[in-house]
């Protein structure tokens, strides 16, 4: 939350998708904020892992599931 709240507080603002593409990320963001590349990578890192968790619980809760449905 903390890198949330330092893009918040210095009007750093991008979408949503923008997270997910490197490319776009690299191209149109960090060029347009050059002085907070570093927090704007951190807190992109920081999506990432937490989507990637949030998805692995998701494919574990269905295992769980499937598992306890058939046995």
Do not use: C
């Not at 951190?42 to 769980?64: A, D, P, Q, R």
């Amino acid at each position: 939350m903390k890198a949330y709240k330092y893009l918040i507080q210095n009007n750093i603002e991008f979408k949503a998708m923008d997270v997910l593409r490197t490319s776009k990320l690299k191209n149109n963001i960090l060029p347009k904020y050059p002085a907070h590349q570093t927090e704007i990578i951190n807190f992109v890192t920081l999506m990432k892992k937490s989507l990637m968790l949030s998805m692995g619980v998701i494919v574990l809760i269905i295992i769980i599931g499937l598992i306890s449905h058939y046995l």
